[in-house]
């Protein structure tokens, strides 16, 4: 019996192992199961990223040119230095050795290097310098790699036209901004692999022997204009002790920016030591009272509306008048003055009753018409409207102190393209910086064509106001000590108080002067305002000579510029190859014969021009010269077709 009760207990042993062998195979069946059919995808792709993973590579950044082709703005290739922390043995004593070079805190290196990480940053896009001095160290764990950088050869230049990059390479301020997209371009992506220990293989590494690249801007800017104005700025400013200032130069007839300057300036390769408030543009974003300078739209409406001829005179009240309790003051004590009187001598009397004639909705039409309180469109970030109440809701001495530039504020950038209407014959153009896009392969993406936005003023109302204009220059008027040699000017001085709580600065002045020559075929604009100036504070004497200075270097550019067949070898290379698209391209008698021209030896902007003056479109390919065109010299052209032109690739980076 004891043998068979034994045996009984071992059956039952051996049944209950059997039992939890076949329960435990069931399960692990079940579970295989499980994890290879139903959780196949999910533990795949667990597996993918963990092991695996996508790698956006970003492009390198367009370049961006002057309308001369030469750079503002470029891409250069830059050491950054990162660490593998789960290779790093002894974190505070690696960390203490690269603070040494990298100049960072111990503490702060130190954190980075400590942990389970396989990857961390210690510097981004170093000097070289300090790249070379940690590659001598050959500590294990520390590596080195490329990335590109953006970098503004001219320092300061043009700085707050072209903004600035962050540390990920994103436009923050500026056309680096505006046109982020097209610099950036297209990521590329690649697949890559890491071993156990974390190090990346790459699958593809042809993804990494030439990165993309975005797009190049051709900018409406002449570098050496540029520079020439913010010299002349920066030394006014200085010379006043001003808060700042902003100068333009525009070309009336197409709304193109051959200069753009505002101070205080900055570098945008160090942006970060400079106060934020330094970056805007404050041509584009900031609004301020024009003052006087905004007597001449009122003219311009009393004119087009026919209310006044320029022989009639308007009593300005031995300088002083009432209006509604309040007293308006005349710096003289004018008795009768024509109108071209008035703005010659700035009255505040005479161009509050010019406005009275007009009336309030005819001023508010016009005031509008001429883009006031309402952003240009000019391709910046950023852009102010500026502030214009309904003068209809608006009481009388309000209406009044309206006409002479209070209550009322504007951007230099507003100001500067009204006043380019009145130049242009009476058309308002929209305003911009980016002449053309280029691709990479420096093939034409897209081009920026002069727009008419609206015709403000008639011809007849723009010459006569011209004509006031230029009395304001003259003996006895407002700017009669702004003088450009060889040149007539057309223009309007301003001192405007600046607006404070409760009422207006004592102190503090908007100093401008704004005008085109010469006044007789204008070919250019200028606008230059002062911002709280010391030791004078008028118009005409502190903003006047930089306006004079400016526009005579401008002149002097352009008519340097200009294509002209006689010139000895010395002035031929003064002034290059280069042509201002304010100096139209001479097409030769074969284009009014109706005969395609030879376009060889021009530059891109030039043959730009033609084919829009001429109603044709036009494909590009390369950079510099023209060297090659279709249709050939001399053919017979047809009316609606297209041009196609070759350029020598001459410049840098593209």
């Not at 890559?192 to 990165?211: I, K, V, Y």
């Not at 690249?213 to 002449?222: F, P, V, W, Y």
């Not at 702004?482 to 908007?510: E, M, P, R």
């Not at 005008?515 to 100036?533: K, M, R, Y």
């Amino acid at each position: 019996m004891k043998r068979d009760d034994g045996r009984q207990k071992i059956r039952f042993r051996i049944t209950i192992i059997g039992l939890c062998f076949a329960l435990a195979y069931v399960l692990l069946l079940s579970r295989s199961f499980y994890l290879q059919v139903l959780e196949r995808d999910h533990l795949a792709a667990v597996a993918q990223k963990e092991f695996m993973r996508q790698v956006e590579i970003d492009s390198r950044r367009g370049l961006i040119f002057d309308r001369n082709q030469e750079e503002l703005a470029v891409t250069l290739d830059s050491d950054s230095i990162y660490a593998r922390p789960v290779e790093i043995s002894d974190p505070a004593q690696v960390g203490l050795r690269l603070a040494s070079v990298l100049g960072d805190g111990d503490e702060k290196i130190i954190s980075r290097l400590s942990g389970e990480k396989r990857f961390a940053w210690l510097a981004r896009r170093v000097t070289p310098d300090k790249a070379r001095a940690v590659r001598q160290m050959e500590i294990k764990g520390i590596g080195i790699t490329t990335e590109p950088k953006r970098f503004y050869p001219h320092s300061t230049l043009a700085c707050h036209v072209l903004g600035f990059t962050g540390l990920d390479a994103k436009g923050l301020e500026g056309l680096e901004a505006q046109y982020d997209s097209e610099l950036t371009g297209t990521a590329r992506t690649s697949l890559n692999m890491r071993d156990a220990l974390g190090r990346t293989m790459h699958l593809n590494p042809e993804d990494f022997s030439g990165l993309p690249q975005g797009n190049h801007l051709l900018l409406t800017i002449d570098k050496q204009l540029q520079y020439q104005v913010e010299k002349i700025l920066a030394a006014t400013v200085s010379k006043y002790n001003a808060a700042g200032g902003q100068a333009i130069v525009m070309v009336p007839q197409s709304g193109e920016i051959l200069a753009m300057a505002i101070e205080p300036s900055f570098n945008p390769n160090a942006f970060s030591s400079y106060p934020a408030s330094v970056y805007r543009n404050r041509a584009v974003t900031d609004a301020f009272e024009p003052g006087s300078t905004f007597k001449m739209f009122v003219a311009a409406a009393a004119l087009n509306q026919g209310k006044i001829s320029l022989q009639q005179k308007i009593f300005c009240e031995n300088g002083q008048w009432q209006v509604a309790g309040k007293v308006i003051h005349d710096t003289h004590n004018y008795g009768y003055l024509t109108v071209g009187e008035i703005i010659k001598y700035s009255s505040n009397i005479g161009t509050a009753k010019l406005g009275q004639m007009v009336g309030p909705e005819e001023l508010n039409r016009a005031f509008t018409a001429f883009g006031f309180g309402q952003p240009t469109g000019v391709d910046m970030p950023g852009e102010a409207k500026g502030i214009l109440r309904p003068v209809t809701h608006n009481r009388p001495v309000d209406l009044a102190n309206i006409c002479f530039g209070q209550g009322v504020a504007v951007t230099g950038l507003q100001l500067i393209s009204a006043v380019s209407a009145v130049a242009n014959g009476g058309v308002l153009m929209r305003p911009f910086l980016v002449k053309a896009i280029m691709d990479s392969q420096a093939s034409l993406v897209s081009e920026t064509r002069p727009a008419p936005l609206r015709r403000v003023v008639s011809i007849e109302a723009a010459r006569e106001l011209t004509e006031m204009l230029r009395q304001v220059t003259e003996e006895g008027g407002t700017g009669s000590r702004i003088k450009v040699d060889n040149y007539a000017i057309a223009g309007k001085t301003g001192t405007a108080q600046k607006a404070v709580a409760g009422g207006y600065s004592k102190q503090d002045y908007i100093s401008s002067f704004v005008g085109f020559l010469p006044a007789d075929n204008p070919q250019l604009t200028v606008l230059v305002v002062i911002d709280s100036p010391r030791g004078g504070y008028y118009g005409g004497q502190v903003a006047g000579p930089a306006w004079a200075a400016i526009a005579g270097a401008a002149m002097e550019r352009l008519d340097w510029n200009r294509p002209q067949l006689a010139r000895s070898p010395q002035d031929k290379a003064r002034a290059g190859a280069v042509t201002l698209l304010a100096a139209p391209l001479d097409p030769s008698p074969s284009l009014a014969q109706g005969l395609m021209p030879d376009l060889r030896g021009f530059g891109l902007r030039e043959v730009l021009a033609l084919a829009g003056s001429e109603g044709f479109d036009l494909k590009a390919k390369g950079v510099g010269k023209v060297i090659g065109q279709q249709p050939a010299a001399g053919s017979v052209l047809q009316r609606g077709g297209s041009w196609s032109v070759s350029l020598s690739a001459e410049r840098r980076g593209i």
